[in-house]
């Protein structure tokens, strides 16, 4: 299984961007899926995740801002962050839990929130 995330960029705080994670799997639709994120001397943490029924759970930090979707057709998962704050810097990381593989991680993708 292969996660490829897309769309992190330099933004201003107040500003949005909209993550995308593209998934190479046979199975896509029965995976539980997340975007996590890690700053520089500091454990990743579990920003929001959706399960293979399309349910959603969010994160204190972000809850009311940033919205987790997910298109089975296309194997696709996105994340739309709105009204971000510098503190929402961080490498944004997509997740897969694969049943009977376990989990696998794309790349990264950078967000820096700064004026």
């Known amino acids: 299984v292969v996660l490829v995330e897309s769309g992190g960029a330099l933004v201003q705080p107040g500003g949005s961007l909209r993550l995308s994670c593209a998934v190479d799997?046979?199975?896509?639709?029965?995976?539980?899926m997340a975007w996590y994120r890690q700053v520089p001397g500091k454990q990743r943490d579990l920003v929001a995740l959706?399960?293979?029924?399309?349910?959603?759970d969010y994160r204190g930090p972000v809850k009311g801002r940033f919205t987790l979707t997910r298109d089975n057709v296309k194997k696709m998962v996105y994340l739309q962050m709105n009204g971000l704050e510098p503190e929402d810097t961080a490498v944004y990381y997509c997740?897969?839990?694969?049943?009977?593989?376990?989990?696998?991680w794309g790349q990264g993708t950078q967000v820096t929130v700064s004026s």
């Open positions: 997740h897969a839990d694969v049943p009977g593989l376990g989990p696998y």
């Open positions: 799997g046979t199975r896509f639709s029965t995976y539980d």
């Open positions: 959706i399960n293979s029924d399309g349910v959603t």
